[in-house]
C-alpha cells in the first residue's frame, strides 16, 4: 500500500506564492504517476497537474494554471511538489494529491486560500 501526506497549504493574497509538498511511503515502486488535484465547494475534483515517476518525468498541466504552477518531484524524497505562483481567488479549494497505481491512492488534501 501506499501512503501520501500532503503540505504547504494557507491562506495567501492573490498574487502571492505557495509550495505544495506530497511525500509517498509504502510500496512507492508501484506508483506510475503522482498528480495535484483540487475540488473546490460545489464543484468537481480536476486535475491540476500531473508528473510521472519514470525517469522521463513528464507532466501534464491544466490550462487554468499553465504558466503559473509548476509540478516537479524529488525521487530521492518521494516527493512531488507544486510551486504556485501569481495565484488567483479562484485557485481556492482543497488541494489533494493522488498517487497512481492500478487505481488511484489519496492524500488527505490541504486547503489553500486565496483571499485579500
Known amino acids: 500500500q501506499v501512503q501520501l501526506v500532503e503540505s504547504g497549504g494557507g491562506l495567501v493574497q492573490p498574487g502571492g506564492s505557495l509550495r505544495l509538498s506530497c511525500t509517498a511511503s509504502?510500496?512507492?515502486?508501484?506508483?506510475?504517476?503522482m498528480g495535484w488535484y483540487r475540488q473546490a465547494p460545489g464543484k468537481q475534483r480536476e486535475l491540476v497537474a500531473q508528473?510521472?515517476?519514470?525517469?522521463?518525468?513528464?507532466?501534464i498541466t491544466a490550462d487554468s494554471v499553465k504558466g503559473r504552477f509548476t509540478i516537479s518531484r524529488d525521487n530521492a524524497k518521494n516527493t512531488v511538489y507544486l510551486q504556485m505562483n501569481s495565484l488567483k481567488p479562484e485557485d481556492t479549494a482543497v488541494y489533494i494529491c493522488g498517487a497512481q497505481i492500478t487505481g488511484t491512492t489519496w492524500g488527505q488534501g490541504t486547503q489553500v486560500t486565496v483571499s485579500s
Open positions: 508528473i510521472k515517476i519514470s525517469s522521463g518525468g513528464s507532466t
Open positions: 509504502g510500496t512507492i515502486f508501484s506508483i506510475k504517476a
